[in-house]
Nanobody, 126 residues
């Protein structure tokens, strides 16, 4: 099992930037694909971005393409989400997620996560 802890959330003005981090601990000798999801007030949780263990595969929700970038540093067991050109509609609790790597068919990046962090709040003011 792996534990995930997010950090980097906060309050930012529209047009600004934030970088979220997610540190993994526990069974980190296994390889994990990672992702970010978010849940806005009164809405369901939605997929934001995902990255394979090697970093060779990345996926983004249409709403964040061109603005957000997911990356990872396997030596530090950490995945990042660089968020630029933030909009008020990006306001949400952002969750880090992980699954043991492998099997890249279908929508693994959106539906296949097994482990979740507790989230970090991002608030974008207009």
């Amino acid at each position: 099992q792996v534990q995930l802890v997010e950090s980097g959330g906060g309050l930012v003005q529209a047009g600004g930037s934030l970088r979220l981090s997610c540190a993994a601990s526990g069974r980190t000798r296994s390889t994990y694909d990672m992702g970010w999801f978010r849940q806005a007030p009164g809405k369901e949780r939605e997929f934001v971005a995902a990255i394979s263990w090697s970093g060779g595969l990345t996926f983004y929700a249409d709403s964040v393409k061109g603005r957000f970038t997911i990356s990872r540093d396997n030596a530090k067991n950490t995945v990042y989400l660089q968020m630029n050109s933030l909009k008020p509609e990006d306001t949400a609790v952002y969750y880090c997620a992980a699954r043991m790597s492998g099997g890249y068919g279908g929508t693994w990046y959106r539906d296949g996560m097994d482990y979740w962090g507790k989230g970090t709040l991002v608030t974008v003011s207009s």
